[in-house]
């Protein structure tokens, strides 16, 4: 069975900072890799998805993630984070078409 | 995404008592999901079912099951609730897309509370 692991439970930062998020896997097959974020009380909304070429992937409001093939990781990036950007944070892997997600970072940003 | 719905949104709920949690989906995808959330946890899967005659367990279905009524609804039921069924519950929809390949979309989430 695959399992998803995201290195960090909560993340506080300022407004401007940039972030990382980091998202391990396991499991040696084929892989899809997803972002998902949940903003509080809303449900979950895809931030972006790799499902194969270039490992550097772009998604909406200025988030991208890197494919490390070699390290299982999948890491999510923004240079400068807003206010807005406070939210729950997923990594999901799937494969034969079920996810798995991590436990979810939650991320606060300071004004 | 309003494509998603389920109902009830909240709920609170008694042990022993038998819920049902519905989903409907305009989307036109074939697959559906049922997880749950807990803090620290991330989401589960409890069901899933490809199209309406295929039912299949997820890693957490001991205690749920499911009726996939209709293309665009399936059913989570607890047939006994107990409390630590507490959780959000999340419906999701995905279709066959590149390669393949699905995306899944979310619906709003049900918040069950077993006392």
């Known amino acids: 069975a695959q399992s998803v692991s995201q290195h960090n439970h909560h993340v506080i930062l300022s407004e401007a900072a940039s972030l990382e998020l980091g998202c391990n896997y396991s499991?040696?097959?084929?892989?899809?890799l997803f972002w998902y974020v949940q903003y509080p009380g809303q449900h979950l909304q895809l931030l972006l998805k790799?499902?194969?070429?270039?490992?550097l992937v772009k998604g909406i409001k200025g988030f991208e993630a890197e494919f490390i093939k070699s390290k299982f990781s999948f890491n999510l990036r923004k240079p400068s984070v807003q206010w807005s950007d406070t939210a729950e944070y997923f990594c999901?892997?799937?494969?034969?078409?079920?996810?798995?997600f991590g436990a979810g970072t939650t991320v606060t940003v300071r004004a | 995404d309003a494509d998603v719905t389920q109902t009830p949104r909240n709920r609170i709920t008694k042990t022993g008592k038998r819920i049902m949690l519905e989903c409907s989906q305009t989307?036109?995808?074939?697959?559906m999901y049922w997880y749950r959330q807990d803090p620290g946890l991330g989401l589960r899967l409890i069901y899933y079912?490809?199209?309406?005659?295929?039912?299949n367990k997820g890693e957490i279905s001991d205690g749920y099951s499911v009726s996939r009524q209709a293309q665009a609804k399936f059913s989570l039921s607890l047939e006994s609730a107990i409390p630590n069924q507490t959780a959000l519950y999340f419906c999701?929809?995905?279709?066959?897309?590149?390669?393949?390949?699905?995306?899944?979309?979310f619906g709003p989430g049900t918040r069950l509370t077993v006392l």
């Open positions: 079912s490809f199209d309406v005659k295929d039912i």
């Open positions: 499991y040696g097959g084929t892989v899809n």
């Open positions: 989307k036109g995808h074939d697959r």
């Open positions: 999701a929809t995905s279709d066959t897309g590149t390669g393949g390949i699905d995306t899944q979309y």
């Open positions: 999901a892997v799937s494969n034969d078409y079920k996810l798995s």
């Open positions: 790799y499902f194969s070429g270039d490992p």
